[in-house]
């Protein structure tokens, strides 16, 4: 049927477009990441993110999508932040390893789930 | 530090347009529901599943993202989509049993959750 080709084709360009958007946002929390990292500033802003939630529920209620769903959605991007900053965490704690400061303390594990900047 | 404030704001840009596009998503998926009922085309088609899948996977990978996370993606937007189908059939079962034809078998159970058109 046209009508549903047509909407599945909608649908298509707007996954095509999440999936762009998503790889941008990931490529700016990562230079948060390095940023931090490179200036000594703790890992988590508790503040920062309930901001975001706060937020997001409010833009969800403008776009007539469930609040409750637009956190779930910015919890399950944190998650994989997360899984990002300790595949970072992990690299530099393998280089400090390996490196001349082979005898320094190993690096902290990662920040917890709710103190990553994301 | 004006960097990192930079960086957040461009975040909080991309996690608008992020929640105003899944609201679009939203609007299309529920006119594919609703077109489906009209023409009593079954709810699922596998094969339309798949083959997102394999193409949000690909354009993961051009837009250097984890194909695995893109695939996960989907999954959750589907999760959310069968949760809004499923509301949709619940709403259209009350309807039935309360209206002209209560005496009617009830409806099916929504469509399973790999035979949703998402």
């Known amino acids: 049927m046209a009508e549903l080709l047509s909407i599945r084709s909608s649908i298509d360009n707007i996954d095509a477009t ?3 958007l998503l790889a941008e ?3 700016a929390t990562q230079k948060v990441g390095f940023l ?3 200036h000594r500033l703790p890992a988590g802003d508790p503040g920062r993110e309930t901001a975001q939630i706060a937020r997001l529920r409010r833009l969800a209620e403008e776009a007539h999508l469930d609040p409750a769903f637009a956190e779930k959605f910015l919890n399950f991007i944190i ?3 997360i899984r990002h900053h ?3 965490a992990e690299d530099h704690q393998a280089a400090e390893n390996n490196g001349p ?3 320094k303390p190993l ?3 990662p920040a917890p789930s709710t103190a990553v900047d994301a």
Request: aromatic share 10%; hydrophobic share 50%.
């Open 79 to 81: 998650g994989e932040v």
């Open 86 to 88: 300790e595949a970072i």
């Open 107 to 109: 690096l902290s594990s």
């Open 25 to 27: 946002r990931f490529k």
């Open 36 to 38: 931090k990292a490179a």
């Open 18 to 20: 999440l999936v762009f």
């Open 101 to 103: 400061g082979a005898n």
